[in-house]
C-alpha cells in the first residue's frame, strides 16, 4: 500500500511531462458501504448500508488526476448473524452513520481524453487518504443508544476514543465517456481505519463492578449483552472482547456521473 501511494506521488511530480488534458470534474455518486471489523470476521457483504457522496476530480493529465470527495454513509453488523459460535454468545451489534472526507490520485492503466473517439475509457488506480466523523449506536429496549459516551470498555470519563478519525483511502476503478462533458464512474474503494472503535469493540471487557460506578447500569447491560442469549454472561473482566490488533475498515462501492468542465486557465495578457 505505501510503495503505491509513493508511485502515484511520484507521477504527480512528473505529471507535466506527459501530454496534457487539464480541467476539472465534478459531480455526485450513489452505492452501498460495507463493514470489515470485531462484529463481521466473516466478510459477510450481504448487507450494504446506503452511501454516497460529491466528488470533485482535477485531471492533470490523460494519466493522472487527483479526487477529492465528500461522503455520507450507513455502516452495521450483528454477532447474531455470524457462524462463530462465540461471536453469536457475544451478541453485541451496532450501527453508525459516517460523514467522511477522501483526498486521493488516481492513475489511468490507459491514455484517457474527454471526448476521444478512442482513449475515452479507462480502468484506474487510486490511493490515498481520509478523514470521517462517526458514532456508534446499538439498539436497547426498542431505542438507539450512543455507545461511545457509556465507555462499554472501561474508558474513564474525558478518556473515551475520538468520534473522529483518519485512515488510508484505496481502490480501483473504471471510467467511461457518454459524452465530451459528461461520463460514468464505477468504483469500489476502501478505508483502513487508524481506529478500531468504528463499531465500539476492541479490547477486554471491564468488571462491571467499575463501569456501574463510573457509567452506570446501562453502560453495563450493553458492554455484555451474552446474558440475552446464552444464559449466562461471558464477559467477565480481562476476557477477550474484541481483537485490538486489527483495526476496522469500510468499504464503498458505486457510481459516479460527472461533468467534465474542460480546461479552464486564467487568461493571458500580451500575446498577440
Not at 171 to 176: A, D, I, P, R, S
Amino acid at each position: 500500500m505505501k510503495q503505491t501511494m509513493l508511485f502515484l506521488f511520484l507521477l504527480a511530480a512528473v505529471g507535466g511531462s506527459l501530454q496534457a488534458q487539464r480541467g476539472w470534474e465534478a459531480g455526485g455518486w450513489l452505492g452501498g458501504a460495507f463493514y470489515l471489523g470485531d462484529l463481521n470476521t466473516n466478510y459477510d457483504f450481504s448487507r450494504p448500508g446506503m452511501a454516497g457522496g460529491l466528488v470533485a476530480r482535477y485531471n492533470f493529465n490523460e494519466r493522472l488526476c487527483f479526487k477529492a470527495s465528500a461522503n455520507v454513509l450507513q455502516v452495521s453488523a450483528d454477532d447474531a448473524n455470524s457462524s462463530n459460535p462465540f461471536e453469536q454468545a457475544r451478541n453485541l451489534s451496532f450501527q453508525s452513520n459516517v460523514v467522511d472526507g477522501t483526498f486521493q490520485f488516481e492513475f489511468n492503466f490507459l491514455p484517457y481524453r474527454h471526448g476521444h473517439e478512442e482513449h475515452f475509457f479507462t480502468p484506474y488506480l487510486l490511493a490515498g487518504f481520509n478523514v470521517f466523523r462517526f458514532n456508534p449506536k446499538a439498539e436497547y429496549e426498542g431505542e438507539l443508544v450512543e455507545l461511545r459516551p457509556l465507555g462499554t470498555e472501561g474508558q474513564f470519563r474525558g478518556e473515551e476514543y475520538y468520534s473522529v478519525s483518519g485512515g488510508l483511502a484505496y481502490g480501483v476503478g473504471f471510467k467511461v465517456d457518454l459524452s465530451y462533458e459528461w461520463s460514468l464512474n464505477f468504483e469500489l474503494n476502501a478505508r483502513s481505519l487508524f481506529t478500531d472503535y468504528l463499531d465500539d469493540v476492541s479490547t477486554v471487557y471491564a468488571d462491571k463492578g467499575d463501569l456501574e460506578q463510573l457509567r452506570g447500569p446501562l453502560s453495563v447491560a450493553l458492554s455484555d449483552r451474552s446474558l440475552e442469549t446464552a444464559g449466562s454472561q461471558i464477559g467477565r473482566e480481562g476476557t477477550q472482547r474484541g481483537n485490538s490488533n486489527n483495526n476496522d475498515t469500510f468499504i464503498t462501492m458505486g457510481v459516479s456521473l460527472v461533468y467534465y468542465f474542460g480546461d479552464i486557465r486564467c487568461p493571458e495578457y500580451g500575446r498577440r
